[in-house]
């Protein structure tokens, strides 16, 4: 199983980036997807997660309405849509993958991508 994430990059605050996480070796369709993040000397935190039937959605509390969470199943790919952009949200992002979404949204996952820094400055 393979979850390789892409997108990140540095922006300045107020801008946008969209990162994407291309899964294989599982059956994409049937697995819920997140992303998390964790930042220099801090704890990993979860961002947002998405169901295998695209009808719901998560968010963490630091990124709700700046972030949106999206899949496309025939692609095999989840996105995160990242607007206003804070210098707070410079992290690696990880995408996961989980069987049961409770497992997802707190942060047990079965599966983890390798990570992408996002790097915001002021």
């Known amino acids: 199983v393979q979850l390789q994430a892409s997108g990140g990059g540095l922006v300045q605050a107020g801008g946008s980036l969209r990162l994407s996480c291309v899964v294989s070796?599982?059956?994409?369709?049937?697995?819920?997807m997140g992303w998390f993040r964790q930042a220099p000397g801090k704890e990993r935190e979860f961002v947002a997660a998405?169901?295998?039937?695209?009808?719901?959605?998560s968010y963490g509390d630091s990124v709700k309405g700046r972030f949106t969470i999206s899949r496309e199943n025939a692609k095999r790919t989840v996105y995160l849509q990242i607007n206003s952009l804070r210098p707070e949200d410079t992290a690696v992002y990880y995408c996961a993958a989980d069987s049961v979404y409770l497992s997802l949204v707190r942060g047990t996952c079965e599966y983890w991508g390798q990570g992408t820094l996002v790097t915001v400055s002021s």
């Open positions: 998405i169901n295998w039937s695209r009808g719901s959605t």
């Open positions: 070796g599982l059956s994409f369709s049937r697995y819920h």
